[in-house]
């Protein structure tokens, strides 16, 4: 069973990227996932988070307009796509998995699994 988050990369403000979180070993359709971010010197926070399972969803006031999840149900994939990228989204993005009953509000650390990461940095 793994998570894995790719996509990151180096990119001039305003510029877009688009992250991948892969599972193997379990289907991500039944799961609500989660996107996060962690910033040197400060605490991992929450981006966006898609559910299925209740059908709840949320997203950071920081990223509302920016950034949108998608999945592909057939590659077991969700996505985050970030567009308008700004100097402060530099951060490593992780992917999380959770098969509870709580949809999106699931507490951060309830999930059930968590990718590598991925580093996003975004340069002015």
């Known amino acids: 069973v793994q998570l894995q988050a790719s996509g990151g990369g180096l990119v001039q403000a305003g510029g877009s990227l688009r992250l991948s979180c892969a599972a193997s070993?379990?289907?991500?359709?039944?799961?609500?996932v989660g996107w996060f971010r962690q910033a040197p010197g400060k605490e991992r926070e929450g981006v966006a988070c898609d559910s299925r399972s209740d059908g709840s969803a949320w997203s950071a006031e920081l990223v509302k307009g920016r950034f949108t999840m998608s999945r592909d149900d057939a590659k077991n994939t969700v996505y985050l796509q970030m567009n308008s990228l700004k100097p402060e989204d530099t951060a490593v993005y992780y992917c999380a998995a959770d098969f509870g009953s709580y949809g999106c509000y699931v507490p951060m650390d309830g999930y059930d699994y968590w990718g590598q990461g991925s580093q996003v940095t975004v340069s002015s």
């Open positions: 070993g379990f289907k991500l359709d039944n799961y609500a």
